[in-house]
């Protein structure tokens, strides 16, 4: 075993079920390991290296502000962080961002948002928030309070008050809900991504736009998975055609730089004041630096052709021996197999392709510039997986 195993298991909290697998380099869609051997990364570290590994656009968009300066506070108005915000609006019809480091903090802020703008326009008892049953939102206890899992809750509690959780693809239960408490918002993933890969019917999310205007209450999407092209749109919603009031982000946005934002839509764009909200490290400037060049390349053009090798995926794989279904959208896709997911995903690394799970599934989570070359050889790797495991 090498030294990163050994120390790893002596000084890293025993928070992570690791795979055997040191990682020691990256590019493009390759990871190598300590021994040298060559992987197609379709895990991106959980939905986030957008552009695959080292990038060399990514590399000199963060080098080129690192070398002006890395940090300041947020008593300074600073151009990466602005030129981000203003990019972010324009492409979503959001109006202000927030920044923070990760997609626990995008939605700590985008419930508080709601909080307030329910506080000032409803009235303060109008604090609860309804997540939906299987969903994830994160591990802060405010967030773990918002994901709608049990196995999440155990040994946490007490949890943050206000949450209710609605069965996912139900508009009565939805409904039931609102009409027996004071609400300020509705959150959802259009894709619940560690729930299984399983997207919202979009009868369904029309329902929620007609209950939010009902019952006058937000709807928050938390994009931190399904965010920034993933899907095969630039954010989840958009298969949906409607502009939430809330979009939580982070994952995929900095390509592997840490960062989350939260846009406020027009309804709450000015809830906040100064002192209700911050963050030390929220609007880097060499994270927003990197997220800019993310976002400017996550264009028509290539979100078509995630949406093209998405069905390339879908078609090989819904007909291959073995497997029972194959959900998702664009470059976020659960494989279930009829053999054990965890034995499928570890067959793949000894083959040669990384995947991770979500539940019971196989989850396919490729950089959105993948060439095709390397698509069809892990797609066999996979069957040949599926088949051996
Ligand atoms: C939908 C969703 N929300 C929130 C989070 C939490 O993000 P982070 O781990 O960056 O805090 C995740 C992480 O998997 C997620 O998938």
Known sequence: MSYTKISDKEYIANTYNRFDLEIVKGKGEFVWDENGKEYIDLSTGIAVNAFGHADEQIIDAATKQMKNFFHTSNLYYTNPCVTLAKLLTEKTGMKKVF??????????????????????????????????????????????????????????????????????????????????????????????????????????????????????????????????????????????????????????LGGGLPIGATML???????????????????????????????????????????????????????????????????MLGVETKKNASDVVKKCMEFGVLVITAKTKVRILPPLNICQQSLEKSVKIIKKAIAEA
Request: one cysteine or more; a negative charge.
């Open 99 to 252: 920044f923070s480091n990760s997609g626990a903090e995008a939605n700590e802020c985008a419930i508080k948002a709601a909080r307030e703008w329910a506080f000032v326009n409803k009235g303060e008892e109008y604090y609860n928030i309804i997540t939906l049953k299987n969903s994830f939102h994160g591990r802060t206890i405010t967030t773990l309070s918002a994901t709608g899992q049990d196995v999440f809750h155990e040994k946490f509690l007490p949890l943050t008050q206000g949450f209710l959780y609605a069965q996912p693809n139900c508009a009565d239960d939805m409904e039931k809900l609102l009409k027996e408490n004071k609400c300020a918002a509705i959150m959802i993933e259009t894709v619940q991504g560690e729930g299984g890969v399983i997207p919202l019917d979009e009868d369904y999310v029309k329902s929620l736009i007609e209950l939010s205007e009902k019952y006058n209450v937000l709807i928050i999407c938390d994009e931190v998975q399904t965010g920034n092209g993933r899907t095969g749109k630039l954010y989840g919603y958009m298969h949906y055609d409607f502009v939430p009031d809330i979009v939580s982000t982070a994952k995929g």
């Open 265 to 331: 839509g027009e309804k709450v764009k000015d809830v906040y004041k100064p002192g209700s909200h911050g963050s030390t490290f929220g609007g880097n400037p060499v994270c927003c630096a990197a997220a800019v060049n993310v976002i400017s390349r996550i264009d028509d053009e290539l979100l078509e052709e995630v949406c093209k090798k998405s069905e390339y995926i879908k078609k090989e794989l819904s007909c291959a021996e073995g497997v029972v279904s194959v959900t998702g959208r664009g470059f």
